[in-house]
């Protein structure tokens, strides 16, 4: 599970996370939405512990910087990074030691098979198109077989296949009991995906639905995300 406690961030004096509170639950794919300037990427580097802030933010019950939360912890963030002189197969071989992945050639020849990275496999990181790494960045994310997956614009210079497998792949984590957030623009891209829809405006959470509430209530998430935002997308709290 993920639990995000009054998360704050303030930049100088800008308020770009304003007391954030959410949870994301075992078997759940959560979207953080927003338009631009919202404080979504600022919400994102805060939960996978590259920025100081205040509140509180676990991962199974940890907190999000110890050892314990980072061992169940998967981030894919938008800009893959890679080492350069490392080959695909070593980037697997580097995080399945780290995380003390057992078998881990075999789930890693799965991982890499599903994102067509099998003939890609002694290429250094620094030879890899962006939409390669992005894929080496998925693979390393999910061989540890992480509880919390992150997700920053996932689908982004991906290409069809692995769109469609990536898709695949977070729907078999939520089977598995994985809690999974994903930070995106394109409502569409995760239309079929989604079971609980945050909205930020503003460095706050406007509104939170899960798909239930929105069909219970015969609302419509686009139009409801354009309800909630429309001439709020200038930036953040001040
Ligand atoms: N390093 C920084 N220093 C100062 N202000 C920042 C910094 N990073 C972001 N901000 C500000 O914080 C607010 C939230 O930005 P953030 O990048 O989190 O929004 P976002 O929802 O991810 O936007 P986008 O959809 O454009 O990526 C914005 O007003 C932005 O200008």
């Known amino acids: ?22 949870t994301v639950n075992p078997g759940e794919i959560a979207v953080l939405l927003g338009p631009n300037g919202a404080g979504k990427s600022t919400a994102i580097k805060c939960i ?38 490392l080959t695909v ?4 071989e580097f995080i399945a030691r780290a995380y003390k992945v057992e078998n881990w050639e075999k789930k890693a ?8 990275l099998d003939d890609k496999q002694n290429k250094l990181g ?21 509880k919390v997956v992150m997700l920053d614009e996932p689908l982004v210079g991906l290409d069809p296949h ?5 898709k695949q792949m977070l729907l078999e984590l939520r089977q ?21 829809a945050l909205i930020m405006v503003q460095g706050k959470i406007a509104a939170v639905r899960t798909r239930s509430e929105i069909e219970a209530n015969g ?12 001439g709020a997308s200038d930036g953040g709290a001040a």
Not at 89 to 92: P, S, T
């Open 1 to 22: 599970m993920l639990q995000v406690t009054d998360l704050t961030k303030i930049y100088n004096r800008l308020v770009a996370n304003d007391h954030l509170n959410f």
């Open 48 to 85: 996978a512990g590259l920025l100081r802030f205040q509140g509180n933010i676990t991962i199974c019950g940890h907190p999000n910087k110890s050892v314990e939360a980072k061992k169940e912890f998967g981030y894919i963030p938008e800009m893959p990074a890679l080492f350069e002189a």
């Open 89 to 92: 197969r070593e980037h697997l």
């Open 109 to 116: 020849d799965a991982l890499l098979e599903r994102m067509e």
């Open 126 to 146: 620094g030879e890899l198109s962006k939409g390669m790494q992005q894929k080496v960045s998925i693979c390393c994310a999910l061989l540890p077989a992480p």
């Open 162 to 166: 692995a769109i469609k497998e990536l």
């Open 176 to 196: 598995n009991g994985c809690s999974i957030l994903v930070s995106t623009h394109m409502l569409d891209s995760v239309e079929e995906l989604w079971d609980k």
């Open 219 to 230: 609302e419509d998430l686009e139009q409801l995300f354009f309800s909630i935002t429309e």
